[in-house]
């Protein structure tokens, strides 16, 4: 008989009343009702037939035969069988319905929205961010870190944060720094990582990856490993990284996992150092179907001090050049997943919330500091201190959890409202310590953003 189990690709969590799906191999996700998360609960990774799943899935409903439960569960599998969430053994299922219907969607669009306003009222942080060390090895010209002082994570500190997040139902783990690849034991956090089933992304330079690094990434089955990449000129990249051959060590290490065939995705934030060239990185690598993401918000250093922004923000009439090129790039891109515009936001309504910070998202220090998102550097507890959960539910994050979009009047009645991420950690860090109005810089890299893509 047929048996079915989760594609490795494929990552879930049941919030009782809705579940989670995620496929980090194509970026669908989809919102479960109650009782498909029970369906779904019932099929693991590892290969069961149909007939198994159905009885385990009776025993929570005694009152349905068991013929009416194996139906249904057919046609619940039929209908999300299209988004690649499962893998079949033996004999293949007929679906009743070939073509399958289902309401999953490309992660970026409504389900981000729909999750938002269900955690709003039930907070729960699917996203975190874990910054295993301070250490870099590389100087970035605009780096927002205001010393890289080495200071690890200690090791055990880092798996006991990993079953706190597992257990509090977090799915999406970013692992970064300064530059994780320094942490002496970065491929065992991966491991674990990966052993307590979270879909992992890791954000790096790639200066020190090497063989044992690759091999071990490729087994770890990683949603992506992130990249900065800032110009396809040598000599413009090691202008901002300020560690002349970094380019060599960064490009071998993109090469190595392309040919490994490891998920990567190029950052390639955009100051006046690369104002010139950096479009380059989106034309070399989109048309290798690599995401490229351009990032125009250079952000002060996380203690106020701005020397780094000086250095480095373009000018109003660069952010037009640049949001120009940006736009244009995409018309090489091939697919959704590989298009990095900004895509209109969903309309806010005035108790939407303005992001998922505290809401489902926090991040983890190497200090042990716990902050609403790795930006916001807006203390809310230490893991030294108090448990994470218990600092997830405390007071603390309260003031920024409540936030929703009343708080943002000027951005209600904003004409380029829809292009905007309305992001409070940036105006935070801008301001020095006010996270409820809007900064200009912001508001004139979304004004050049929609300019660009409202142009014909
Ligand atoms: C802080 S780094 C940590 C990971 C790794 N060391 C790296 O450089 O990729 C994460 C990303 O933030 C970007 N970044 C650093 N400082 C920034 C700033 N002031 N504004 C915007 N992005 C910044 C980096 O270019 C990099 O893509
Ligand atoms: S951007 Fe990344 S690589 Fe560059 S100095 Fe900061 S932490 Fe290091
Ligand atoms: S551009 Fe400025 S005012 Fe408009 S929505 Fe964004 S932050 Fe608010």
């Not at 799915?171 to 320094?182: I, N, R, V, W």
């Not at 790096?204 to 690759?214: A, F, M, P, R, S």
């Not at 109003?316 to 940006?326: D, F, G, P, Q, S």
């Not at 790795?374 to 230490?382: A, E, H, L, Q, R």
Request: net charge negative.
């Amino acid at each position: 008989m047929m048996k079915i189990s989760l594609n490795k690709n494929t990552f879930y969590r049941n919030f009782g009343d809705i579940g989670y799906l995620f496929n980090q191999s194509n970026l669908v996700e989809t919102i479960l009702d109650e009782i498909g998360s029970i369906f779904l609960s019932n099929i693991s990774r590892y290969p069961t037939s149909i007939r198994e799943v159905s009885k385990k899935i009776h025993a929570q409903f005694q009152e349905t035969d068991i013929l009416t439960i194996e139906n249904d569960l057919i046609e619940f599998i039929s209908s999300l069988e299209q988004n690649s969430y499962f893998d079949f053994h033996g004999e293949p299922l007929k679906f009743k319905n070939e073509a399958g219907s289902d309401d999953s969607h490309t992660a970026t669009s409504e389900t981000s929205y729909i999750l938002k306003k269900y955690f709003q009222k039930k907070p729960t942080p699917l996203f975190a961010h874990l910054e295993v060390t301070s250490a870099c090895n590389l100087k970035c010209v605009h780096c927002y870190w205001p010393n890289h002082n080495v200071n690890h994570l200690p090791t055990n500190d880092a798996l006991r944060v990993l079953d706190e997040l597992r257990a509090m139902k977090c799915l999406h783990l970013t692992l970064s720094g300064g530059e994780a690849l320094l942490h002496p034991d970065i491929l065992s956090i991966i491991r674990y990582a990966r052993e307590l089933d979270f879909s992992v992304t890791l954000m790096t330079n790639g200066v020190k990856l090497d063989y044992q690094h690759l091999k071990e990434l490729k087994k770890a089955n990683l949603s992506a490993v992130q990249l900065s990449l800032y110009s396809m000129n040598e000599s413009v990249h090691d202008s901002i990284t300020r560690v002349p051959g970094s380019y060599a060590k960064t490009i071998s290490a993109i090469n190595q996992l392309l040919e490994l065939d490891i998920p990567i995705k190029i950052a390639c934030p955009v100051m006046k150092q690369n104002y010139d060239s950096f479009i380059s990185v989106s034309e070399h690598y989109i048309p290798l179907g690599v995401f490229v993401d351009h990032d125009m918000e250079i952000i002060p250093k996380t203690d106020f001090s701005r020397d780094n922004i000086d250095e480095c923000r373009l000018s109003e009439n660069e952010l037009y050049i640049a949001a120009e090129k940006i736009h244009n790039i995409s018309a090489i891109s091939k697919s959704e997943k590989n298009i990095n515009i900004e895509k209109p936001k969903n309309t806010r309504a005035p108790d939407d919330p303005v992001c998922g910070a505290g809401i489902q998202m926090l991040s983890i220090s190497n200090t042990g500091d716990v902050y609403p998102c790795p930006t916001f550097k807006y203390k809310i507890g230490n893991i030294y201190k108090s448990s994470l959960s218990d600092i997830w539910h405390s007071k603390e994050i309260f003031p920024i959890r409540s936030l929703t979009m009343s708080d943002y009047r000027k951005c209600q009645a904003c004409k380029w409202g829809e292009y905007c991420s309305i992001c409070p950690a940036n105006f935070y860090i801008e301001s020095g310590g006010n996270y409820r109005t809007p900064q200009d810089f912001f508001c004139k890299v979304t004004e050049a953003t929609a300019r660009a893509n409202r142009k014909p």
